[in-house]
């Protein structure tokens, strides 16, 4: 069964940093077009950034310059570092990939960026 692992999150200042992981198991095919997106009750889950396997990413306006998306293929890991956060930040963030015929999410970690 593929699961999407997700640790890192937690409680930090403004200005703070934060690294996320996401590491994919149990699956025997690629797992592409990887990306973290974000939560609040207040909202629809958003697009935060996205690493296609061609390399290219994308990342919402509101994170570019502060966060970064990137991989380590040896522990099939994704990452999500933030920087400079924000209390606008605050939100579940989950993590996201697909086979080529199905696509999973993670279960979510909760960060919350206060004084």
């Known amino acids: 069964q593929v699961q999407l692992v997700e640790s890192g999150g937690g409680l930090v200042q403004p200005g703070g940093s934060l690294r996320l992981s996401c590491t994919v198991s149990g699956s025997i095919m690629r797992i592409s077009d990887m990306a973290w997106y974000r939560q609040t009750p207040e909202n629809q889950r958003a697009l935060v950034a996205k690493?296609?396997?061609?390399?290219?990413?994308t990342y919402a306006d509101s994170v570019k310059g502060r966060f970064t998306i990137s991989r380590d293929n040896a522990k099939n890991t994704v990452y999500l570092q933030m920087n400079s956060l924000k209390p606008e930040d605050t939100a579940v963030y989950y993590c996201y990939g697909r086979s080529p015929v199905q696509f999973y999410w993670g279960q979510g970690t909760q960060v919350t960026v206060s004084s």
């Open positions: 690493f296609t396997r061609d390399g290219n990413t």
